[in-house]
């Protein structure tokens, strides 16, 4: 009886064939351990968590997040003529439109001047950027109950007391509406340094030979600024402008935190976004349908003009 042995060469293919799926094995198994968890928790609390919303905006959910009694559309159709839903759209709008292109200039300008600098330049940067790791919630509470807390000893009637003007009840006051300068003034502290560091990267990407170029042409000042800073930061200044829309229209904690201090208070708030409004009637009235609905019709606003500013200013679009 003979037996047949293999070549030395076979075996050691072989056997790095077996090594080799072993360790793919091992590798895969550690894959699965490692990102499982998070899969798990993003499926259930975020994919799970807004199929079921949708369910839920569907149905006549007073007091309970139970599906099933079926209303189809009602909701929507309700909340389109809520006065109170329209009134916050009006609101998020006006807001708007004034936020954005104020924080895109104040960031625009920070960032110019910062990159002017010679020495500095990273402590400037660090400083303005540092309001961005402030919570919106923290900063809130400290525009309401310190700088314009509507005392006398408040830091912006302070400053008022110096030149010789009355206290004033910033947050209160509807005649004129001076709360806004409350809103506007905190949403700025917190935005404005994170978009003049991107308008920063943007900067230092342009080639400085394009600024000699045209020196030596003549040009100076705003005319290079006109011709070479902005049209070179188009790309910057496309996602910025989007990021401000999106993040405006999603405004929350500013206008919860500055009017209210619960859940029912909210409700009497001079000025309330379609966020404070649908989180008084989801938490405070208990119908999780309306609230479903709202929060649906809000995303699909956000999406559509998104997509309307994408394909105004061009966004993607080829240089």
Same mark, same amino acid.
């Given at each position: ?20 799926? &072993? %360790? ?5 198994? @550690?894959?699965?351990?490692?990102? /499982?968890?998070? +899969?798990?928790?993003?499926? $259930? !609390? ?78 400037? &940067? %660090? ?5 961005? @790791?402030?919570?919106?919630?923290? /900063?809130?509470? +400290?525009?309401?109950?310190? $700088? !314009? ?79 070479? %800073? ?90």
């Amino acid at each position: 009886m003979t037996t047949t042995t293999r070549p030395p060469q076979v075996r050691t293919v072989a056997t790095a064939t077996r090594t080799r799926r &072993r %360790t793919d094995r091992s590798a895969i198994l @550690a894959f699965v351990v490692l990102t /499982a968890p998070m +899969v798990l928790g993003l499926g $259930l !609390f975020k994919y799970v968590a807004i199929g079921w919303s949708f369910l839920l905006s569907l149905s006549e959910a007073r007091g309970t997040i139970d599906v099933g009694s079926w209303v189809g559309l009602d909701n929507y159709e309700f909340l389109l003529r809520d006065p109170g839903f329209r009134s916050s759209l009006v609101t998020i709008l006006l807001f708007t439109v004034f936020i954005v292109p104020v924080t895109f200039a104040g960031a625009l300008g920070l960032a110019v001047l910062v990159h002017r600098v010679r020495r500095g330049r990273a402590f400037f &940067r %660090t400083t303005f950027l540092i309001p961005a @790791a402030v919570s919106y919630v923290a /900063a809130a509470l +400290v525009w309401k109950m310190a $700088l !314009f807390n509507g005392l006398p000893a408040g830091i912006a009637n302070t400053v008022l007391g110096l030149f010789g003007l009355d206290t004033v009840a910033w947050v209160s006051t509807q005649d004129p509406p001076l709360y806004w300068v409350v809103l506007v003034t905190l949403r700025l502290w917190l935005q404005v340094g994170f978009y003049m560091v991107l308008f920063l990267a943007g900067l230092q990407s342009i080639p400085p030979h394009l600024y000699e170029a045209a020196a030596l042409d003549g040009a100076a000042g705003w005319s290079m600024f006109r011709h070479i %800073t902005l049209p070179m930061l188009r790309n910057t200044s496309v996602a910025v402008l989007m990021l401000l829309l999106i993040n405006a229209l999603q405004a929350f904690d500013e206008f919860y935190n500055i009017f209210s201090s619960g859940l029912g208070a909210s409700a009497t708030a001079p000025v309330r976004p379609p966020l404070v409004y649908l989180y008084g009637v989801a938490l405070g009235d208990q119908n999780y349908g309306v609230g479903s609905a709202g929060a649906f019709l809000l995303t699909l606003i956000i999406v559509v003009v998104t997509l309307v500013q994408g394909r105004v200013v061009g966004f993607g679009r080829k240089d």
